[in-house]
Structure formats: C-alpha cells, structure tokens
C-alpha cells in the first residue's frame, strides 16, 4: 500500500512539474502599431495561439515602426502584425504597386534584413499579414499552419464587419473571440 501511494505521489509532482513549466515558458510578443486593425488582429492571433498552443502572449503597442523594429533586433517582439505598404517602405520598396511580386521582394527582404517570415496575408484589401521571427517556427512549428486557417475564414467582409464592431466601442478582445468561436478555430 506504502509502495502504491509513492508511486502517486511520484506521478503527481510530475504532473504538477509538467504543468507549472508549460506556464512559466517562454511568453510570445506580439507587436503593433497603435491602429485599431492590427490590434483586432493581434487580438485573434493571440487568442488562436492561446487556445490552440497553450502558448502566452502578450500585444504590445508601439508608437513608431522604428520603436516596434528595435524591439524585434532585440528580440523582443517575436511577431508583428505588418501590412504591405508600410513592410515596402522598410525595405525600400515604396511606391511600388501593390502586387503579388511586391509581396515576394517585401518578404525576401524582410528575411534577409529582420530573420522575419511572412505569412500569407489576411484575406484583406490592405494586405495586412503575420510576420514572425525565424526561432519562434523552431519552437512553434505549427504556426504557419495555425494560422493558416485564419488567414483562410478572414475575408474583406467578414473583416469589415468586424472592424465596424470594433470602431463601435466593443472590445477588440470580444470580437476577436466571438469570431473565431463562430469559425469554430477555438
């Protein structure tokens, strides 16, 4: 009976060990301008990458791309919510048309320059897309396929609505959930 209870004992602590370490591991940053579109993003990433991966994550605002960039040369922010034309403008791509070849030279520079990987874009006119830094695809390397799915039920109305939710007073954080709940992501 001495031995029977040890033994659960045992198993307890390792379960109980297993857990606390998942939630003290490392925390995913998510960095965004101050708009209200890549904040409604940031919001359903999070919570995708939450209730999917067990991953924590934490959106942080930054007043200037310069600041937001810092902190990714750092690596500090792990993930940026960017769009197209201000991703061209870092790589001295401005001006330039937006077109599927813009999207391919922006995210080979963005490689080169930042070790960030673009995602496919959201299904939105503005090109808005997940950014994410090389070691964080090591560690997590589900997340093109995560997000994916996201990017595959965000159309350009069902985002407009959205955003219309959002402009309205309502939390960026409850449309986000509502919506992913009604796609059934989370």
């Not at 925390?27 to 067990?54: D, F, K, P, W």
């Not at 090109?127 to 390397?141: K, R, S």
């Not at 109305?157 to 959930?177: C, F, G, M, P, T």
Request: with cysteine.
């Amino acid at each position: 009976m001495k031995k029977y209870l040890l033994f659960c004992l045992v198993l307890l602590v390792l379960a109980l060990h297993q857990d606390l370490h998942a939630c003290v591991g490392r925390i995913l940053i998510i960095g965004i301008s101050n708009s209200t579109n890549e904040q409604l993003l940031a919001e359903m990433v999070s919570q995708l990458l939450s209730e999917r991966t067990g991953t924590n994550v934490k959106i942080v605002q930054f007043s200037s791309s310069r600041d937001m960039y810092s902190a990714v040369k750092k690596g500090e922010v792990s993930l940026v919510i960017e769009n197209l034309e201000r991703g061209s403008q870092l790589v001295s791509k401005a001006g330039e048309k937006h077109s599927r070849e813009l999207y391919d030279a922006v995210k080979r520079d963005y490689r080169r320059n930042y070790n960030l990987v673009w995602f496919e874009p959201f299904g939105e006119s503005r090109f808005y897309a997940p950014v994410v830094a090389i070691d964080v695809l090591e560690i997590l390397p589900a997340l093109p396929k995560l997000l994916g799915k996201l990017a595959g039920v965000l159309n350009e109305d069902a985002y407009a609505r959205l955003l219309k939710s959002v402009k309205s007073d309502a939390a960026a954080r409850q449309v986000a959930k509502e919506f992913l709940k009604s796609r059934r992501l989370i």
